[in-house]
């Protein structure tokens, strides 16, 4: 009696032990479980910070190029071609001369305009004086003026678009300049529409367009453009999908925190 006594009493013991070091292990994996979560948090985190600053100043240098294209590139060519304007033209000048006078204000003219029109894109003046919708509506005056492609705006926010912060509106800017771009080179499309609405405390953007479509593999592979846009989306916590629907064109809807 007492030998199965304790023979039981050893069997218990030894149960007992093995309950406490799978407490213990559990304990320790639940631990390291949290701190790995902690670890990846952080990760996320500083990832999203180095987005951010790597956006700020890309954004930067770009304004900082085109201020120094339109005020000291284009001051430049205005003063030359000032110069040209100075010798002046008679009967007895030589044709030839005359010519290439004329050749070379023209070519002045399409560098100043180019030129500023590259400023322009670098750092838009209608996004910094009047905000993100009158910068939104002046792109689609020029792609509806080119009578190419139709560009529709559908805003269901009432005033949110002319609400947004600063870094918000730069980033949704440049992202659908570069959707647009990619519809212009790739999709064929005749029309795109872009559609606000607000959801909670949240802003949704669906930018859509009648075009080819986007591949699959373009999709698990993503190109510069892309890449771009999901860089410039993160900057701000937001976040984007694109639709399955090859029949449909291409269709992006980016969801971003208010």
Same mark, same amino acid.
């Given at each position: 009696?007492?030998?199965? %006594?304790?023979?039981?009493? /050893?069997?218990?013991?030894?149960?007992?032990?093995?309950?406490?070091?799978?407490?213990?292990?559990?304990?320790?994996?639940?631990?390291?479980?949290? +701190?790995?979560?902690?670890?990846?948090?952080?990760?996320?985190?500083?990832? !999203?910070?180095?987005?951010?600053?790597?956006?700020?100043?890309?954004?930067?240098?770009?304004?900082?190029?085109?201020?120094?294209?339109?005020? #000291?590139?284009?001051?430049?060519?205005?003063?030359?071609?000032?110069?040209?304007? *100075?010798?002046?033209?008679?009967?007895?000048?030589?044709?030839?001369?005359?010519? @290439?006078?004329?050749?070379? !204000?023209?070519?002045?003219?399409?560098?100043? =305009?180019?030129?500023? #029109?590259?400023?322009?894109? @670098?750092?838009?003046?209608?996004?910094? @004086?009047? *905000? %993100? +919708? $009158?910068?939104?509506? $002046?792109?689609?005056?020029?792609? &509806? /003026?080119?009578?190419?492609?139709? %560009?529709?705006? $559908?805003?269901?926010?009432? =005033?949110?678009?002319?609400?947004?912060?600063?870094?918000?509106?730069?980033?949704?800017?440049?992202?659908?300049?570069?959707?647009?771009? =990619?519809?212009?080179?790739?999709? =064929?499309?005749?029309?795109?529409?872009?559609?606000?609405?607000?959801?909670?405390?949240?802003?949704?953007?669906?930018?859509?367009? &009648? *075009?080819?479509?986007?591949? !699959?593999?373009?999709?698990?592979?993503?190109?510069? *453009?892309?890449?771009?846009? /999901?860089?410039?989306?993160?900057?701000? &916590?937001?976040?984007?999908?694109?639709?399955?629907?090859?029949? !449909?064109?291409?269709?992006?809807?980016?969801?971003?925190? @208010?």
């Amino acid at each position: 009696m007492s030998s199965t %006594f304790v023979v039981i009493t /050893a069997m218990l013991f030894s149960l007992f032990i093995v309950v406490i070091m799978i407490f213990f292990y559990l304990r320790y994996q639940n631990r390291l479980s949290s +701190e790995q979560l902690k670890i990846q948090e952080q990760e996320i985190d500083y990832q !999203k910070k180095l987005i951010q600053v790597t956006v700020q100043s890309q954004e930067a240098e770009r304004k900082r190029i085109g201020q120094e294209l339109h005020d #000291n590139v284009g001051t430049a060519l205005s003063r030359l071609r000032l110069v040209l304007e *100075g010798f002046h033209t008679d009967e007895q000048q030589d044709e030839r001369k005359k010519l @290439l006078q004329q050749s070379g !204000k023209q070519i002045i003219d399409t560098v100043v =305009n180019d030129v500023r #029109n590259i400023s322009h894109q @670098l750092s838009p003046t209608i996004l910094s @004086l009047l *905000g %993100f +919708e $009158e910068a939104l509506l $002046e792109i689609a005056d020029q792609l &509806n /003026a080119a009578g190419k492609l139709q %560009f529709n705006i $559908e805003n269901e926010t009432a =005033n949110l678009l002319v609400q947004l912060p600063e870094q918000t509106s730069i980033a949704l800017y440049r992202t659908i300049q570069e959707l647009i771009s =990619n519809t212009i080179k790739h999709a =064929n499309a005749t029309r795109i529409t872009v559609t606000f609405k607000q959801q909670s405390t949240d802003l949704l953007m669906t930018y859509a367009d &009648n *075009g080819t479509g986007i591949a !699959k593999a373009e999709k698990s592979r993503p190109g510069m *453009g892309l890449k771009n846009i /999901a860089s410039r989306i993160i900057s701000v &916590n937001g976040t984007f999908t694109m639709a399955d629907e090859q029949t !449909k064109g291409f269709v992006m809807h980016i969801t971003l925190p @208010l």
